[in-house]
Protein backbone atom coordinates (compact mmCIF):
# COMPACT_ATOMS: atom_id res chain seq x y z
CA UNK A 1 0.00 0.00 0.00
CA UNK A 2 1.20 3.67 -0.74
CA UNK A 3 0.53 6.31 1.74
CA UNK A 4 0.95 9.28 1.09
CA UNK A 5 1.49 11.97 4.22
CA UNK A 6 1.15 16.08 3.81
CA UNK A 7 3.20 18.48 5.44
CA UNK A 8 1.83 21.46 4.87
CA UNK A 9 3.52 24.12 6.92
CA UNK A 10 4.95 26.91 5.10
CA UNK A 11 7.87 28.01 7.27
CA UNK A 12 10.58 27.29 5.35
CA UNK A 13 12.85 28.14 8.49
CA UNK A 14 12.08 25.56 9.90
CA UNK A 15 13.21 23.20 7.45
CA UNK A 16 13.64 19.65 8.72
CA UNK A 17 12.86 20.85 12.45
CA UNK A 18 9.22 21.58 10.92
CA UNK A 19 6.32 20.09 13.27
CA UNK A 20 4.24 18.77 10.32
CA UNK A 21 7.44 17.61 8.79
CA UNK A 22 8.58 15.55 12.51
CA UNK A 23 4.51 14.48 12.48
CA UNK A 24 4.58 12.60 9.20
CA UNK A 25 7.62 10.92 10.20
CA UNK A 26 5.86 9.95 13.04
CA UNK A 27 2.85 8.15 11.09
CA UNK A 28 5.27 6.67 9.11
CA UNK A 29 6.71 5.36 12.02
CA UNK A 30 3.60 3.86 13.18
CA UNK A 31 2.87 2.20 10.04
CA UNK A 32 5.86 0.36 9.80
CA UNK A 33 6.34 -0.65 12.93
CA UNK A 34 3.44 -0.16 15.35
CA UNK A 35 1.49 -1.97 12.45
CA UNK A 36 3.77 -3.86 11.22
CA UNK A 37 3.28 -2.83 7.47
CA UNK A 38 6.74 -3.16 6.62
CA UNK A 39 5.94 -3.57 2.84
CA UNK A 40 3.86 0.13 2.92
CA UNK A 41 5.52 3.30 0.97
CA UNK A 42 5.02 6.30 2.77
CA UNK A 43 5.62 9.18 0.30
CA UNK A 44 6.17 12.34 2.05
CA UNK A 45 4.72 16.12 0.21
CA UNK A 46 6.49 18.64 1.67
CA UNK A 47 4.16 22.08 0.84
CA UNK A 48 6.60 24.09 1.73
CA UNK A 49 9.23 23.13 -1.13
CA UNK A 50 6.29 23.17 -3.69
CA UNK A 51 5.74 26.05 -6.37
CA UNK A 52 2.01 26.77 -6.36
CA UNK A 53 -0.72 29.08 -6.98
CA UNK A 54 -4.12 30.11 -6.52
CA UNK A 55 -6.77 28.97 -8.71
CA UNK A 56 -7.95 31.67 -11.32
CA UNK A 57 -10.85 29.54 -12.62
CA UNK A 58 -9.30 29.44 -16.15
CA UNK A 59 -11.21 26.12 -16.82
CA UNK A 60 -7.89 24.54 -17.61
CA UNK A 61 -8.35 21.50 -15.76
CA UNK A 62 -11.66 20.76 -17.24
CA UNK A 63 -10.45 20.64 -20.33
CA UNK A 64 -7.48 18.47 -20.05
CA UNK A 65 -7.49 17.14 -16.99
CA UNK A 66 -4.62 19.36 -15.54
CA UNK A 67 -3.74 22.78 -14.34
CA UNK A 68 -2.32 24.88 -16.34
CA UNK A 69 -0.67 26.81 -14.11
CA UNK A 70 1.15 24.90 -11.99
CA UNK A 71 3.23 21.99 -12.40
CA UNK A 72 3.92 20.83 -9.10
CA UNK A 73 -0.42 20.82 -8.70
CA UNK A 74 -0.28 18.07 -11.50
CA UNK A 75 2.30 16.42 -9.70
CA UNK A 76 1.18 16.45 -6.50
CA UNK A 77 -2.16 15.66 -7.30
CA UNK A 78 -0.93 12.32 -9.69
CA UNK A 79 1.01 10.92 -6.02
CA UNK A 80 -2.24 12.05 -4.03
CA UNK A 81 -4.49 9.83 -6.28
CA UNK A 82 -1.89 7.13 -6.21
CA UNK A 83 -2.14 6.24 -2.60
CA UNK A 84 -4.32 4.00 -0.90
CA UNK A 85 -4.49 6.18 2.28
CA UNK A 86 -3.88 10.06 2.90
CA UNK A 87 -2.62 11.97 6.35
CA UNK A 88 -3.11 15.99 5.78
CA UNK A 89 -0.68 17.55 8.65
CA UNK A 90 -1.44 21.66 8.89
CA UNK A 91 -0.71 23.26 11.84
CA UNK A 92 -3.34 26.43 12.70
CA UNK A 93 -2.41 30.10 10.74
CA UNK A 94 -5.25 31.52 9.72
CA UNK A 95 -6.93 29.27 9.70
CA UNK A 96 -4.71 27.00 7.71
CA UNK A 97 -1.47 27.58 5.58
CA UNK A 98 -1.84 29.18 1.79
CA UNK A 99 -0.05 26.51 0.04
CA UNK A 100 -2.36 24.27 1.76
CA UNK A 101 -5.39 26.71 0.47
CA UNK A 102 -3.64 26.71 -3.24
CA UNK A 103 -3.81 22.73 -3.43
CA UNK A 104 -7.15 22.58 -1.92
CA UNK A 105 -9.10 25.10 -4.27
CA UNK A 106 -7.41 23.54 -7.50
CA UNK A 107 -8.38 19.61 -6.18
CA UNK A 108 -11.70 20.95 -5.39
CA UNK A 109 -12.22 22.25 -8.95
CA UNK A 110 -10.22 19.35 -10.99
CA UNK A 111 -12.97 16.97 -9.00
CA UNK A 112 -16.25 19.55 -9.19
CA UNK A 113 -16.24 20.72 -12.61
CA UNK A 114 -16.34 16.72 -14.31
CA UNK A 115 -19.05 16.54 -12.07
CA UNK A 116 -20.96 19.13 -12.38
CA UNK A 117 -21.40 18.87 -16.05
CA UNK A 118 -21.83 14.87 -16.06
CA UNK A 119 -22.61 13.20 -12.99
CA UNK A 120 -21.10 9.39 -14.06
CA UNK A 121 -17.47 11.24 -13.58
CA UNK A 122 -15.64 10.99 -10.95
CA UNK A 123 -12.58 12.28 -9.70
CA UNK A 124 -9.21 10.30 -10.03
CA UNK A 125 -9.02 10.43 -5.50
CA UNK A 126 -13.15 9.77 -5.27
CA UNK A 127 -13.31 7.17 -1.75
CA UNK A 128 -9.90 7.59 -0.96
CA UNK A 129 -9.55 7.26 3.25
CA UNK A 130 -7.73 10.59 4.44
CA UNK A 131 -6.70 11.58 7.81
CA UNK A 132 -6.61 15.04 8.89
CA UNK A 133 -4.52 16.12 11.84
CA UNK A 134 -3.87 19.50 13.17
CA UNK A 135 -1.43 21.55 15.88
CA UNK A 136 -1.52 24.26 17.47
CA UNK A 137 0.36 26.38 20.59
CA UNK A 138 -1.74 25.96 23.32
CA UNK A 139 -2.92 23.36 25.15
CA UNK A 140 -6.03 24.59 26.41
CA UNK A 141 -9.76 22.80 25.92
CA UNK A 142 -11.00 26.06 24.35
CA UNK A 143 -7.84 26.31 21.82
CA UNK A 144 -7.84 22.42 20.99
CA UNK A 145 -11.57 22.99 19.93
CA UNK A 146 -10.95 25.98 18.34
CA UNK A 147 -8.44 24.42 16.18
CA UNK A 148 -10.62 21.87 15.12
CA UNK A 149 -13.53 24.02 13.98
CA UNK A 150 -10.63 26.30 12.00
CA UNK A 151 -7.77 23.59 10.94
CA UNK A 152 -9.94 20.36 10.71
CA UNK A 153 -13.38 20.97 10.24
CA UNK A 154 -11.94 23.36 7.35
CA UNK A 155 -9.93 21.06 5.51
CA UNK A 156 -12.81 17.92 6.23
CA UNK A 157 -15.37 20.74 3.69
CA UNK A 158 -12.93 21.25 1.09
CA UNK A 159 -12.39 17.20 1.04
CA UNK A 160 -15.98 16.11 0.77
CA UNK A 161 -16.41 18.26 -2.67
CA UNK A 162 -13.00 16.32 -3.46
CA UNK A 163 -14.95 13.16 -3.22
CA UNK A 164 -12.13 11.75 -0.42
CA UNK A 165 -13.14 10.25 2.72
CA UNK A 166 -12.73 11.77 5.73
CA UNK A 167 -11.96 9.28 8.50
CA UNK A 168 -12.82 10.92 11.87
CA UNK A 169 -11.47 9.34 15.52
CA UNK A 170 -14.28 9.38 17.44
CA UNK A 171 -17.81 11.33 17.59
CA UNK A 172 -16.41 14.16 19.78
CA UNK A 173 -13.83 14.29 16.99
CA UNK A 174 -15.22 13.08 13.64
CA UNK A 175 -12.76 15.17 11.49
CA UNK A 176 -9.44 14.31 12.50
CA UNK A 177 -7.27 14.84 16.26
CA UNK A 178 -5.10 17.43 17.12
CA UNK A 179 -2.35 18.09 19.36
CA UNK A 180 -0.48 21.29 20.94
CA UNK A 181 3.09 22.38 22.19
CA UNK A 182 4.24 21.20 25.39
CA UNK A 183 5.66 24.59 25.97
CA UNK A 184 6.45 27.96 23.76
CA UNK A 185 8.59 30.29 24.77
CA UNK A 186 10.10 33.84 23.52
CA UNK A 187 13.91 33.73 23.16
CA UNK A 188 15.67 36.68 22.62
CA UNK A 189 17.03 36.87 19.40
CA UNK A 190 14.88 34.61 17.62
CA UNK A 191 11.34 36.24 15.70
CA UNK A 192 9.74 33.39 15.86
CA UNK A 193 7.92 31.57 19.23
CA UNK A 194 9.77 28.79 20.08
CA UNK A 195 7.64 25.52 20.92
CA UNK A 196 8.27 22.68 21.92
CA UNK A 197 6.47 18.93 21.52
CA UNK A 198 5.85 16.11 23.54
CA UNK A 199 6.74 13.78 20.70
CA UNK A 200 5.42 10.50 22.95
CA UNK A 201 2.24 12.23 23.55
CA UNK A 202 2.14 13.52 20.09
CA UNK A 203 2.36 9.46 18.89
CA UNK A 204 -0.46 8.16 21.54
CA UNK A 205 -2.79 11.25 19.96
CA UNK A 206 -2.00 10.49 16.68
CA UNK A 207 -1.62 6.48 16.47
CA UNK A 208 -5.54 5.88 16.87
CA UNK A 209 -6.12 7.63 13.93
CA UNK A 210 -3.84 6.51 11.98
CA UNK A 211 -5.12 2.96 12.63
CA UNK A 212 -8.13 3.66 11.39
CA UNK A 213 -7.36 5.56 8.52
CA UNK A 214 -5.57 2.28 7.48
CA UNK A 215 -7.83 -0.27 8.43
CA UNK A 216 -9.89 2.02 6.40
CA UNK A 217 -8.09 1.72 3.47
CA UNK A 218 -7.62 -1.90 3.39
CA UNK A 219 -11.59 -2.65 3.26
CA UNK A 220 -11.13 -0.07 0.35
CA UNK A 221 -8.83 -1.99 -1.44
CA UNK A 222 -10.04 -5.19 -0.56
CA UNK A 223 -13.62 -4.01 -1.67
CA UNK A 224 -12.12 -3.02 -4.73
CA UNK A 225 -11.01 -6.00 -5.32
CA UNK A 226 -13.56 -8.46 -4.54
CA UNK A 227 -15.85 -5.90 -7.31
CA UNK A 228 -12.97 -6.58 -9.76
Known amino acids: MKVTCISAANMKYAADKSTSLITCQIIE ?6 LQKSGARVDVIKLVDADLSPCTGCGECFKTGRCGTADDFNSIYARIAEA ?3 FIVSPHYTPIPSKLCMLLEKMEQISYLPWFHDNTRRPRVQGIPVGIIAHGGSGEAWALRSYKAMVLDTIANAMQTIMMEVVGL ?20 ITFPIQYYDWADIESRVSPLVIKVIEKAECVSEGREADG
Do not use: C, L, M, Y
Not at 29 to 34: D, L, Q, Y
Open 29 to 34: NIIKNK
Open 170 to 189: DDDWPTGVVFPAREVRKESG
Open 84 to 86: GAV
